[in-house]
């Protein structure tokens, strides 16, 4: 089976401006979670979609939302961007409850200028 | 107090020893735990996770559950500077899966 799939890989953009990233789960998920990764905050949780419907959210402000499709790709958009907004992008997939592993996609780079 | 708490380290070993890295874990509703290594500017790989009371082996790794505790730990036999990466613990419950901060572990030769 193909693993999880991020694109773009990496991505630098300016202060102001949005992005949109991309994630194609493992086939056969149905939940995909996305997370921020920065040197200082460690692995922090943004969101969770599950047959199209957010399950959970973390702490993050509106700037940042998501969605997911039918076939359970999923794409995260961060409105508005600040320099804060600097980070390692990581999407996750797994078959549906938490009980099942979790798997990373190779996550993307995304640097604000 | 933190859903899932680790010891940021470094944790420095020689190499050849056994490492030990902890985890504890705050919600009695979680079900399922899960050790993700990541190496620097790399995503998290899933190498071990554990479900019931007591070991689980896999190679050179042992993963340990203590429910009553709360407490899970990895062992790493026979460290090799391969394994220098950041250990993530995560526990996982109805529709929730939290990550600890990580323990990064460094095996020197």
């Known amino acids: 089976k193909a693993g999880v799939t991020q694109t773009p890989r990496y991505l630098i953009k300016t202060r102001g401006q949005q992005v949109t990233l991309s994630c194609s789960p493992i086939?056969?998920?149905?939940?995909v979670s996305w997370y921020q990764q920065t040197p200082g905050q460690g692995l922090q949780f943004l969101f969770e979609y599950f047959s199209e419907t957010q399950r959970n959210k973390g702490n993050f402000p509106g700037r940042f939302s998501g969605r997911q499709f039918s076939n359970s790709r999923s794409e995260m958009n961060v409105s508005t961007l600040e320099l804060g907004d600097s980070a390692l992008y990581l999407c996750a997939s797994r078959p549906g409850s938490s009980y099942n592993e979790q798997f990373f996609g190779p996550g993307t780079r995304l640097t604000v200028l | 107090q933190k859903e899932v708490e680790q010891n940021s380290g470094p944790l420095s070993v020689p190499e050849g020893a056994i490492a030990s890295l902890n985890c504890t874990y705050s919600?009695?509703?979680?079900?399922?735990f899960f050790w993700y290594r990541q190496y620097s500017g790399k995503s998290p790989e899933l190498i071990m996770f554990i479900y019931s009371n007591g070991d689980k082996e896999d190679g050179r790794f042992t993963a340990q559950l203590n429910k009553a505790s709360q407490y899970v730990s990895l062992l790493i036999r026979d460290s090799q500077p391969s394994d220098s990466a950041t250990y993530l613990c995560a526990a996982g419950g109805y529709n929730k899966l939290i990550f600890g901060a990580g323990t990064r572990l460094a095996v020197h030769p």
């Open positions: 086939s056969g998920h149905r939940s």
């Open positions: 919600d009695r509703g979680s079900q399922s």
